[in-house]
Structure formats: C-alpha cells, structure tokens
C-alpha cells in the first residue's frame, strides 16, 4: 500500500513537472504564448531576468529553422496610448527614458485607446 501511494504521487508530481502552461497560465505570468518563441527567452539572462527563463521556456513557442535567424528591420512605430500607461508600466518606462534616443528608426505614435503595438517595418515602409 505505502508502495502504491508513493508511485502515485512520484506520477502526479512528473505529470505537474512536465506539463506545459495553458494559454491562460501564460497570459496571467505577462506572457503571449502566440508572440514568444524559445529563442528570446535564452537572452533573459543579458537583461538580469534570469528567474524569468522558466517560465518563458513554458509559454513559447518552438523556433523553426527559418525562425532561428534574426531578421533585421530598416524601421519600426511603436504605437501605444497614454491611457493604457497603468496597465503597461513598463512601456511608460521605456518612452520616459532615454532608451528610445538610442533607437533612430524608432518612432513612437501615439493612438487613442489602443494597446501598445510594434509595427515593423521594411525600407519602403510596408508594415511587415
């Protein structure tokens, strides 16, 4: 008997180990399981947010051949509201710094009611 209840709770223990965090799991951690692919989250560690890397490695999405490669983009809009700057601290923290400054082909435009978004874009300027 005490054989059988160790053996079911070393399963249920692996199952709860090995399960993958459900959208909403993800979602609720600050995470968009749709937007995350694996390769980002190996570079927490440069910006110190290595207790992140777990939970990030949960909620991606797996990299393809094609994905693994950094594509580079001439120029990108970041579109956000001031309205939504309590929701999204740190995108207000990220305008109000000098951060953007270092960024040329960054331009941020600000859209009435919207969710912060990062249109990118090529050098003609078609959104990508």
Do not use: W
Request: charged share 25%; aromatic share 10%.
């Amino acid at each position: 008997m005490r054989f059988y209840i160790i053996t079911c709770f070393l399963l249920s223990l692996l199952t709860v180990i090995t399960a993958e965090f459900s959208a909403e799991d993800c979602r609720e951690l600050g995470l968009i399981k749709s937007q995350l692919f694996c390769s980002s989250c190996s570079s927490l560690s440069d910006y110190g947010l290595i207790e992140l890397k777990e939970h990030c490695l949960e909620c991606c999405q797996k990299d393809t051949a094609s994905d693994s490669k950094l594509k580079v983009y001439p120029m990108a809009v970041l579109e956000v509201c001031t309205c939504k700057f309590g929701a999204y601290p740190q995108i207000q923290a990220f305008i109000k710094s000098d951060r953007p400054a270092k960024f040329p082909n960054l331009t941020i435009k600000y859209v009435r009611g919207l969710d912060p978004i990062v249109k990118l874009m090529d050098e003609q300027g078609n959104v990508k």
